[in-house]
């Protein structure tokens, strides 16, 4: 490699535009990407979904469970400050849940109610039409994912979704990560962050970190599968997904039976 190429390859990289990059007989230096190989465990699925039993997340505790059982995986930083804030899933009240469903008859024990909320892996996802470097993707089986090192800080993704699923690193998060996780990558100051759908344990044969925590509040699987769990109770149960009239497709269902909830 001449001096040229290897200037364009490092101009590509720092913009994180290029793809990987093998650089050699430069004093002997050689480098190039790991090769990850897919475990014979790994799940997959036509259109991954979620569908969250709302009436079983009954106590404070419930949602703390399956918030730092996320976080802890995927060495989200606790900062302290709500300004700065990282945060991949999280409780949100009725309102800001589902603005839209909103009437002057609801009961107060819906308006009480608290729901977990997440990237919603949309059909239609806006967040991958503005992103100019393609750090945020749309993969085959319908989860939005991101290649952090191609995040150049933007935030057009943080404006493009509505859902306020994504949180940007305005400083290095990793002295707030209390024990990192080797399995899954920090990230870096002036990055972009949000929910994966845990593609990292779907590789290994293993549900969302979430869904593991959640004690059947929260189900995972194929939508495209009539016979998944997803299916079977999205066929027996009325559910709602967030903001449809957007045309994003949210993958995301959120299962509302009417019982003592939300607490």
């Known amino acids: 490699m001449n001096r040229r190429d290897f200037l364009k390859a490092g101009a590509l990289a720092a913009a994180g535009i290029g793809g990987a990059i093998v650089i050699e007989g430069l004093d002997g230096f050689n480098v190039q990407a790991a090769e990850t190989k897919e475990s014979s465990k790994a799940l997959h699925a036509k259109h991954w979904g979620m ?8 106590t404070p505790e419930d949602f703390q469970r399956v918030m730092e059982a996320c976080h802890r995986y995927h060495n989200v930083p606790d900062i302290g400050n ?32 608290n729901f977990p909320v997440l990237c919603n892996h949309c059909e239609e996802p806006a967040c991958v039409r503005v992103c100019p470097t393609q750090a945020t993707f749309k993969r085959p089986d319908g989860i939005v994912a991101m290649d952090f090192h191609r995040c150049v800080g933007c935030r057009f ?40 759908f845990c593609v990292e344990r779907l590789e290994k044969g293993l549900p969302p970190a979430c869904v593991e925590a959640s004690n059947g509040a929260i189900l995972f699987g194929d939508l495209n599968d009539p016979d998944s ?12 997904r967030r903001k449809v009239e957007l045309g994003t497709g949210p993958s995301v269902y959120y299962v509302i039976r009417g019982g003592e909830a939300g607490a």
């Open 157 to 196: 993704c943080m404006a493009a979704c509505p859902f306020g699923a994504r949180s940007f690193n305005f400083g290095d998060p990793r002295p707030y990560i209390k024990e990192i996780n080797p399995e899954v990558p920090t990230r870096t100051k002036g990055v972009v962050e949000k929910c994966t």
């Open 229 to 240: 769990d997803v299916r079977k109770i999205l066929t027996g149960n009325f559910a709602v």
């Open 51 to 58: 569908v969250i039993d709302v009436d079983k997340f009954k």
């Open 82 to 113: 709500p300004d700065d804030e990282i945060k991949w899933i999280w409780p949100e009240d009725f309102e800001h849940t589902f603005a839209e469903l909103k009437n002057p008859y609801l009961s107060d024990k819906i308006k009480e109610m």
